[in-house]
């Protein structure tokens, strides 16, 4: 085996200390380019030399770096000592192949490019240039010569000897350089680099004076002075001003073709450097757009600088480069280290491999072209992703109604522009405010005047105060108030209360947060999302899915992120994209820079107490049929099931009477009540704090409002509810089952059954009736996702490069487009009863959609995480004009599993599995599928992505182990083995771990472990539980209660051999019946 360590500092005594980087390298190494071999050991190694200041070369960022560049089968990396480089002649200096120098304080800059001259290794950044980057006119000069944008400036040169001879005059509110006029507020910054004193000055209208900006001491980076005259020493460049949002945008590049960008606050913003509680200055992750990423291209390539880091300014639509750094690296980034040495690596073995007759060839990354294998067996390349994605796991919703009258909710109604549409929606904190000051004032002249002619309720307005001040804050992410104008009053049961006058019907809407459970559901989907992207089934440094951290890194993932204005909606569309792009820190930061959700006039949003004329007859007609006091008959239903879905009958059959049903759910209600009140008069349980902040108070306020409000005076009920209480047994069976509570297993049974008919129903009993209430909901997002698909094909009818052909060339239009959706219960409804019942395909002639279609019908529920998932590819080899050029895949997931009928779940045929051609066999009917067999795609994949791997290695037939790692093999997710998820990173070495641990556990210990040490890291416990696998479960270290958080459904292919024609002709059609019913309608009125 080899005797030099990889990793070398260079020291006088010639000895050499340092981290030997042999034993950091295994069978899967990622960085190992070829087979291991004991035969090349004794190779020539390529020798790379880091020439820095000690300061540099030992920071975290270069270690972490050069130790993964050490992994690399024949580079050893040589750190040159800083006493050599300051007191040895070059000729001294250590030999390398490839050298990776830069300047910084006390960097003798002209001995480097001394010893580049004698020893001419491969530069990874130019010396010479560094020279230009130390100089800010020499930077602007060759930024303006490359056509970047760069705020407006001039410079203005000053002889030291003759210091007031020069070009500036001096306004109050404006200086003139070089006859260009400078209005403050305007930058003043010194031409050498190396002077961080930049000055901002300030118009006198806002308070005159200056920012004076500084390299960070401690945690300032600027303070404020009242000096408001420039300086009269020394050589500057004044710029104007640009308006950002508080923020400066830091890129660091890798070659041309990698780049990444995270923002900090800006210093010119207060001087506090914002630190997390590790006291590391707080960085934001940051989308570049097509012409940012066009941008680092050129400033990387301008400066000759492989590693280099500059500033961007995004102000007024543009962005502009006000500062290029040179030679930088990210701080603190696990997935930035790995790129960039891979990166480096590749880079300086392409270069010098062949020189040194080193028998490597250019590794074909999976992810470089995104091409990969289809289900029929060709290669296609992978060119759109659409999802629409349902919310994560939340807190029960509850809501609110009272008439009102009085005469201040009427002034806010106006005040805030109701009037304009009839309707208005309340949710920041000042309007909130004013509802809750009502309220007081309300009640207090309730308690001084009991006969006064205020006409709302007493226990409706304190119920009102009571919500608002919850939390202590207000945040419209957890409340909100809708008020919709009444010309006539509501209508009442009795005509005599008619023509009382005009009120407001006020909605108060709160709860239905995002749990933290919610959170990491959403965040473990997002990371197991990245499997569906080239290269993603690779386990590169052992996290799955880095084929698109690096699509996106390398500028070919144009990822856009949509969200309705519901806050748990908001949230969980962050935290899926903190896992999609190994993102690091808090939720708010990633919501605000990557989540679009304002001004889409109703593309996900939905008012759900508008309803169409359809709807309001639907539920009418299902409020009847559920309060007959007798077993259901043949022609109930036909009534209730006209499309015999299986999940439908199925619960009719456990309802029998939907009134004796209801009775039962009533009592057990009661029975709850009671155990909570009991619960509260135990002084050792009364304080007890529930999941999530939750306490015995409020869950009794929580069931005695649904006890009140689902059985109505006249002794009916109230069949509305019947979703609400759902939603609270689930959300108390799966977060609150410590208390112990009896009886809540067959209230959720029974309310779930009640479910089941009254959701899907609510959208439409028959076919017509879903397709109508589905494009009422949904047609905004339909007409979105077919424009998605019609641009993605129209983007490369011109200039277009074979992909073959295109690697390394900066082609922007030649990416992968991702459209992530993220919306509430009725939007997936709709969107999956258009599908279903739009007349996509011919379910007589098309077995596989049909099958699909029985799969469909046996799912019981589109619970949290629902997804319905759209992929685009194009052939490369087909005529650009055929209709087999584009092929569309279809595929869904039910979301998350809810636990207690696990084994009842409906099977579908798997994520991507092979096509009927390929197997060489029918698919076989729905039954079929429940068997346990493995995965359509590990067996005919007709290309292998992995080139080792460890993971089928020690099977034991039967183990826990084989099934874990089969699972993760071979795709996104598998459909055979349903209890484990390939959504956690590192999870191979994990189990590994800790498989001795878990399995010597009691059954019921093993059942909530987890690997997990926080939340946002949450990763599955793989537990075996008396019942074989069970379904994988994240226990949320950190939170109140510990609570399970269930795994998600995988998702299931509908259909596999689309073509892009057949779906955009669909897609039109429903958008054009939409809009002649709507024409219609308007007639008619």
């Given at each position: 085996s080899k005797q030099v360590p990889h990793f070398l500092e260079c020291l006088e005594s010639n000895e050499h200390r340092g981290l030997d980087c042999r034993d950091m390298r295994n069978a899967s190494d990622p960085y190992d380019e070829e087979e291991d071999d004991d035969n090349l050991s004794s190779e020539r190694q390529i020798v790379v030399g880091i020439c820095s200041m000690m300061k540099k070369s030992n920071s975290k960022p270069m270690t972490q770096i050069m130790e993964r560049l050490c992994k690399f089968e024949y580079i050893t990396v040589v750190i040159f000592p800083e006493d050599v480089i300051l007191n040895e002649p070059v000729e001294k200096w250590p030999l390398c192949d490839c050298l990776i120098s830069f300047?910084?304080?006390?960097?003798?800059?002209?001995?480097?490019?001394?010893?580049?001259?004698?020893?001419?290794?491969?530069?990874?950044?130019?010396?010479?240039?560094?020279?230009?980057?130390?100089?800010?006119?020499?930077?602007?000069?060759?930024?303006?010569?490359?056509?970047?944008?760069?705020?407006?400036?001039?410079?203005?040169?000053?002889?030291?000897?003759?210091?007031?001879?020069?070009?500036?005059?001096?306004?109050?509110?404006?200086?003139?350089?070089?006859?260009?006029?400078?209005?403050?507020?305007?930058?003043?910054?010194?031409?050498?680099?190396?002077?961080?004193?930049?000055?901002?000055?300030?118009?006198?209208?806002?308070?005159?004076?200056?920012?004076?900006?500084?390299?960070?001491?401690?945690?300032?980076?600027?303070?404020?002075?009242?000096?408001?005259?420039?300086?009269?020493?020394?050589?500057?460049?004044?710029?104007?001003f640009m308006p950002t949002d508080g923020t400066d945008v830091k890129v660091y590049t890798v070659g041309p073709d990698y780049a990444h960008a995270e923002a900090r606050k800006s210093p010119a913003l207060d001087g506090k450097v914002e630190r997390d509680s590790e006291g590391k200055e707080i960085r934001y992750p940051v989308m570049l757009t097509a012409m940012e990423k066009l941008v680092a291209r050129k400033v990387c390539l301008a400066f000759k600088q492989t590693v280099c880091g500059f500033d961007l300014l995004r102000a007024n639509g543009h962005s502009f480069v006000c500062d290029v750094n040179g030679f930088s690296f990210v701080k603190n980034s696990m997935k930035y280290y790995d790129d960039c040495a891979k990166v480096l690596g590749n880079m300086v073995m392409r270069e010098l491999a062949p020189q040194l007759h080193i028998p490597w060839s250019i590794p074909m990354e999976a992810e470089d072209i995104p091409i990969v294998p289809t289900t029929s067996g060709t290669m296609m390349e992978l060119r759109c992703v659409i999802a629409v994605i349902r919310h994560g796991d939340r807190t029960p919703k509850q809501k609110m109604k009272m008439e009102v009258r009085n005469a201040l909710f009427f002034d806010l109604f106006e005040k805030y522009g109701g009037y304009k549409s009839g309707k208005l929606k309340l949710k920041k904190p000042k309007q909130l405010q004013e509802v809750l000051d009502i309220a007081r004032q309300l009640l207090s002249e309730l308690g001084q005047h009991n006969d006064c002619e205020i006409e709302e309720k007493k226990s409706k307005l304190e119920q009102l105060k009571t919500v608002l001040e919850m939390y202590g804050h207000f945040s419209g992410i957890n409340r909100k108030v809708q008020l919709t104008y009444l010309p006539n009053g509501q209508l009442k049961a009795s005509s005599e209360e008619e023509g009382v006058g005009p009120s407001l019907l006020l909605v108060l809407k709160w709860g239905g947060e995002l749990t933290p459970a919610g959170r990491v559901q959403a965040e473990e989907l997002g990371r197991a999302f990245r499997c569906m992207y080239p290269g993603g089934q690779g386990d590169y440094a052992g996290f799955p899915g880095c084929g698109l951290l690096r699509l996106h890194s390398t500028y070919r993932h144009d990822l856009k992120i949509y969200a309705s204005d519901e806050g748990r909606v908001q949230m969980t569309a962050a935290a899926f994209a903190k896992g999609l792009l190994a993102l690091e820190g808090e939720l708010t930061p990633i919501l605000v820079q990557m989540v679009k959700s304002a001004n889409m006039n109703g593309l996900l949003d939905s008012d759900s107490d508008s309803l169409t004329d359809c709807q309001q007859r639907v539920k009418a007609r299902l409020h009847d049929i559920m309060q007959k006091d007798q077993d259901f008959t043949e022609e109930d239903y036909q009534k209730l099931a006209p499309t015999s879905s299986p999940s439908l009958l199925n619960s009719m059959k456990i309802i029998q009477n939907p009134v004796r049903t209801c009775d039962k759910v009533y009592a057990l209600i009661q029975s709850l009540t009671r155990q909570i009140r009991s619960r509260l008069e135990d002084p050792k349980s009364a304080s007890l704090q529930l999941y999530h902040s939750e306490t015995l108070e409020l869950m009794l306020q929580r069931w005695s409002k649904l006890e009140r409000d689902f059985r109505m005076k006249n002794g009916r009920y109230d069949i509305s509810k019947i979703p609400d209480i759902y939603d609270c047994i689930k959300y108390d069976t799966q977060h609150n089952s410590s208390l112990g509570l009896e009886d809540t297993l067959e209230l959720f049974r029974l309310s779930r059954a009640l479910a089941d008919i009254i959701i899907p129903q609510e959208y439409g009993i028959s076919k017509l009736e879903k397709l109508d209430i589905a494009s009422a909901y949904c047609l905004p997002l339909f007409r979105k996702i077919q424009l998605d698909l019609q641009r993605t094909h129209e983007d490369e009818a011109v200039n277009k490069l074979h992909p073959l052909y295109s690697r390394g060339v900066m082609s922007p239009g030649r990416h992968v487009r991702t459209r992530l959706y993220f919306t509430s219960e009725s939007h997936v409804h709709s969107l999956l009863s258009i599908f279903r019942y739009g007349g996509l395909l011919n379910e007589g002639k098309d077995e596989q959609w049909k099958q699909a279609m029985d799969y469909l019908s046996a799912v019981t529920e589109l619970n949290y995480m629902t997804q319905i998932v759209i992929m685009l590819y194009e052939d490369n080899n087909k005529d650009p004009s055929s209709e087999e050029r584009f092929h569309v895949e279809l595929h869904f997931s039910p979301g998350v599993k809810v636990c207690p009928d696990e084994e009842n779940a409906p099977m579908g045929f798997g994520f991507r599995p092979a096509s009927a051609k390929v197997c060489g066999k029918d698919l076989g009917s729905l039954e079929d599928l429940s068997k346990d067999e493995p995965d359509h795609t590990a067996l005919t994949e007709p290309l292998s992505i992995h080139r080792k791997s460890p993971l089928l290695a020690n099977r034991k037939a039967g183990s826990m182990e084989v099934r874990t790692f089969r699972s993760l093999h071979t795709g996104l997710f598998s459909a055979s083995f349903r209890g484990v998820s390939s959504s956690a990173p590192n999870l191979r070495e994990l189990a590994r771990a800790q498989r001795k641990k878990l399995l010597s556990m009691p059954a019921i210990k093993r059942f909530s472990v987890s690997y997990a040490r926080h939340p946002t890291n949450g990763i599955g416990a793989l537990c075996r539980n008396d019942f074989g696998i069970g379904p994988l479960f994240l226990c949320a270290a950190g939170f109140e209660g510990c609570s399970m958080v269930p795994s998600i459904y995988p998702l299931e292919t509908l259909h596999n051999s689309l073509s892009l024609k057949q779906v955009d002709e669909f897609l039109s059609k429903v958008c054009e019946s939409r809009n002649e019913t709507l024409t219609k309608t308007m007639k008619c009125r």
């Open positions: 300047h910084s304080k006390g960097f003798p800059l002209d001995k480097a490019v001394s010893y580049a001259k004698l020893r001419n290794p491969l530069l990874i950044n130019d010396l010479h240039m560094q020279y230009f980057i130390q100089d800010r006119r020499e930077v602007y000069r060759i930024l303006q010569e490359e056509g970047i944008d760069l705020p407006r400036y001039a410079v203005l040169n000053r002889d030291p000897d003759r210091p007031k001879e020069c070009n500036l005059v001096e306004g109050e509110d404006h200086v003139e350089v070089n006859g260009e006029v400078f209005h403050k507020p305007f930058v003043e910054k010194p031409v050498s680099a190396e002077d961080h004193n930049v000055y901002i000055y300030y118009p006198t209208p806002a308070g005159g004076g200056s920012q004076r900006l500084f390299r960070k001491i401690g945690s300032r980076s600027s303070v404020y002075s009242p000096e408001s005259a420039v300086r009269k020493t020394g050589s500057y460049i004044y710029e104007e």
